[in-house]
T-cell receptor, first 114, second 110 residues
């Protein structure tokens, strides 16, 4: 079975550019999470969707970040405009049911903003 | 609120034991443990629900003391494959998203 799929795996961009990260959750999973991981702050939850509806977006750092889940099999995280401090590894994870169940993480997207 | 993990890092010789602690300032509904190897995604280890249960996974087990709002992960007779960063994730109420600690880096040497 395919796990959580993320693309791109690596992204290098210049400050001010728009960045779009993509995620395909495991088929049948109805909860999806976007996390950001840095050395300083660890693993931070950005946003949590359940049945395609955003449930908790309190972790989205600012208006430059937006996330969508147009259907059960696809989600995007967009940063516009990007800044060097956005450099991090962004993980997407999915699970069946509640956020409290075992989460399956994708391989992550390593974002570098120059 | 982010739980606090201790120690931040630990180095072991193969076969030694280790304990990783996770504490929260808020009442907890459950505690989750994940392990992340360098350059890879976090992988689920176990969930502990309130009730003070203890769980085991190979030679890795954990306990959850809901009164103290703490959980501990026990690694016995460590193997080289145990190396990685261990994260606890805490759930303050049923169905709420997890808050992860900053992680504990574990290195097992031959």
């Amino acid at each position: 079975d395919a796990g959580v799929i993320q693309s791109p795996r690596h992204e290098v961009t210049e400050m001010g550019q728009e960045v779009t990260l993509r995620c395909k959750p495991i088929s049948g999973h109805n909860s999806l999470f976007w996390y950001r991981q840095t050395m300083m702050r660890g693993l931070e939850l950005l946003i949590y969707f359940n049945n395609n509806v955003p449930i908790d977006d309190s972790g989205m750092p600012e208006d430059r970040f937006s996330a969508k889940m147009p259907n059960a099999s696809f989600s995007t995280l967009k940063i516009q405009p990007s800044e060097p401090r956005d450099s991090a590894v962004y993980f997407c994870a999915s699970t069946v049911g509640l956020a409290s169940n075992e989460q399956f993480f994708g391989p992550g997207t390593r974002l570098t903003v120059l | 609120q982010q739980p606090v993990q201790s120690p931040q890092a630990v180095i072991l010789r193969e076969g030694e034991d280790a304990v990783i602690n996770c504490s929260s300032s808020k009442a907890l509904y459950s505690v989750h443990w994940y392990r992340q190897k360098h350059g890879e995604a976090p992988v689920f280890l176990m969930i502990l629900l309130k009730g003070g249960e203890q769980k085991g996974h190979e030679k890795i087990s954990a306990s959850f003391n809901e009164k103290k709002q703490q959980s501990s992960l026990y690694l016995t007779a460590s193997q080289l494959s145990y190396s990685g960063t261990y994260f606890c994730g805490t759930e303050s109420d049923s169905g709420y998203a997890l808050n992860f600690g900053k992680g504990t880096s574990l290195l097992v040497t031959p």
